[in-house]
């Protein structure tokens, strides 16, 4: 039985509201929660703290100087069976945070890293293939690398690590042709597909997937504004400071 999530994301700074449509067979797999990140600009945005919230909780939360309600509304749909709508709304009642970024995250703990990822026109199967730095039009150079026997190579870009590597996948919606984000277990028959808007009034939303050290775990992030973390992206070098 294949299990889709559909996720409908209008994201604004100090108030995210995010709808959800989920259908799974495995409900217990995913876990849907709230992510507060700040950063420390001077080190190039290196996260200084993360706290991750719950929707259960009825009273206002305190993030810093700021204290924030999250609420999350689920509606099971009768048209579709195993589907649920999710509403989620983060809304800042106090104070102010500086230098921080808001979103919501899906923790996925049935993950595995042959999961096909997908992000529209960025990002196939997670990018995991050999790469080289090659400048712009990158072209292959190197005799070893060319011939109909060798494998996928790409450029650097934004990926998923195919070794032992730290595994962090930073994109931003504006990067894609849709703004989206999707994987597919083809052993579980399992498919997940989060779909954003382009942008809020913060510009572009950031899409993120991080993998835990032995890929069995993800955490898939929506966050508004877009933050790159340690490094930016510029065209054929995915570590710019």
């Not at 259960?56 to 749909?77: C, D, F, H, M, Y």
């Not at 070893?144 to 450029?155: A, E, L, Q, T, Y």
């Not at 597919?184 to 382009?198: A, I």
Request: proline share 5%.
């Amino acid at each position: 039985m294949k299990a889709y999530l559909l996720l409908f994301a209008i994201v604004v700074y100090h108030n995210l509201t995010v709808n959800v449509i989920a259908q799974t067979n495995q409900p217990s797999a995913i876990h849907i929660g709230a992510v507060f990140k700040q950063y420390n600009y001077e080190k190039y945005n290196q996260v200084t703290h993360t706290n991750e919230l719950s929707f259960t909780a009825r009273e206002p939360q305190k993030i810093g100087t700021s204290n924030w309600q999250v609420q999350l509304k689920a509606t099971p749909l009768q048209h579709a069976l195993h589907t649920t709508e999710y509403v989620a709304t983060f809304i800042c009642v106090a104070g102010s945070l500086n230098s921080a970024s808001v979103g919501i995250t899906l923790n996925v703990t049935n993950w595995q890293a042959s999961n096909y990822v997908l992000m529209p026109a960025s990002v196939y199967n997670g990018n995991r293939y050999a790469w080289r730095r090659l400048r712009y039009s990158p072209k292959l150079h190197d005799i070893k690398d060319i011939g109909p026997d060798k494998p996928i190579i790409i450029n650097d870009v934004p990926k998923l690590s195919d070794s032992t590597d730290i595994s962090y996948l930073q994109e931003r919606s504006g990067s894609m042709s849709t703004p989206a984000v999707g994987y597919m277990n083809e052993q579980q028959q399992q498919g997940v597909w989060l779909l954003t808007e382009q942008s809020n009034q913060q510009g572009d939303i950031g899409i993120s997937i991080a993998e835990n050290r032995t890929k069995t775990s993800a955490t898939i992030s929506l966050t508004s504004p877009v933050v790159r973390e340690l490094y930016t992206y510029t065209i054929t070098n995915a570590h710019t400071p």
